[in-house]
């Protein structure tokens, strides 16, 4: 299993709630496709979220994120960490 970092973009405005229901709707599904959503950040003004993951490969990410309602924009591995 890797870990992965994924990007979303163009969501202006995204509230603490409305994070958390895309979150809460990639855990609901996250299972069938054997990854694990850690943690998700926003910034409303940019419009970014951020996802952090544990995953078999970054197709199995976007593939969650599809069926959640919410296609991640870019989905990095991350080989190294400090």
């Known amino acids: 299993m890797g870990r992965f970092m994924d990007v979303h973009r163009g969501m202006q405005g995204i509230t ?3 994070l958390l229901e895309a979150h809460r709707a990639d855990l609901a599904i996250e299972g069938d496709e054997s990854v694990h959503f850690e943690h998700a950040w926003a910034d ?3 419009g970014t979220v951020y996802c952090l993951s544990e995953a078999p490969s970054a197709e ?3 593939r969650v994120h599809e069926r ?7 989905v990095h591995p991350i080989p190294l960490e400090a």
């Open 16 to 18: 603490a709630d409305q």
């Open 44 to 46: 409303p003004e940019s």
């Open 60 to 62: 199995a990410v976007q």
């Open 68 to 74: 959640a309602g919410h296609r991640a924009d870019e």
